[in-house]
């Protein structure tokens, strides 16, 4: 199987987290960039630097770690940089309703995934259930 380590999933999800939790208390958007630049230099050329630089520091062989389904991840990761840079615009443009929309939902969604509950991972499988009735059904 070709999977993500879940503590390397856990490292981008905390770094997430933080990035909006200082954002929040700074009041400076420019820390979403962290994760957002991270995210889509994860999905263009399919390393994401945090994910990398954690992977220095698992000590067990990758196999041996739960994995997390990649293209779920991949799903994930739009989701997360689309709420990244929707805020990101929000607050640089002193438009603080978006930048508090966007964030507020993308923190939450990773905060609830470290908990152990996907919110993006359900979504992309009522999508694909709602596809698949469909062409069940055409």
Not at 31 to 49: D, E, M, R, S
Not at 61 to 90: K, M, V, W
Not at 119 to 130: E, H, L, M
């Amino acid at each position: 199987m070709d999977g993500i380590p879940r503590p390397l999933v856990r490292t981008n999800q905390w770094t997430i987290v933080l990035s909006v939790l200082i954002t929040w208390i700074t009041n400076e958007p420019l820390f979403l960039l962290i994760p957002l630049i991270a995210g889509l230099i994860g999905l263009i050329f399919g390393v994401n630097p945090i994910m990398a630089a954690a992977k220095t520091f698992l000590r067990k062989p990758h196999s041996s770690y739960h994995l997390e389904d990649r293209s779920d991840q991949q799903f994930n990761q739009i989701i997360a940089c689309t709420c990244l840079l929707l805020a990101f615009i929000g607050f640089s443009f002193h438009i603080d309703v978006l930048g508090y929309i966007f964030s507020i939902l993308v923190f939450s969604a990773a905060f609830i995934a470290i908990l152990g509950f996907c919110i993006g991972c359900f979504i992309r499988f009522q999508w694909k259930q709602y596809q698949y009735r469909k062409a069940k059904n055409s």
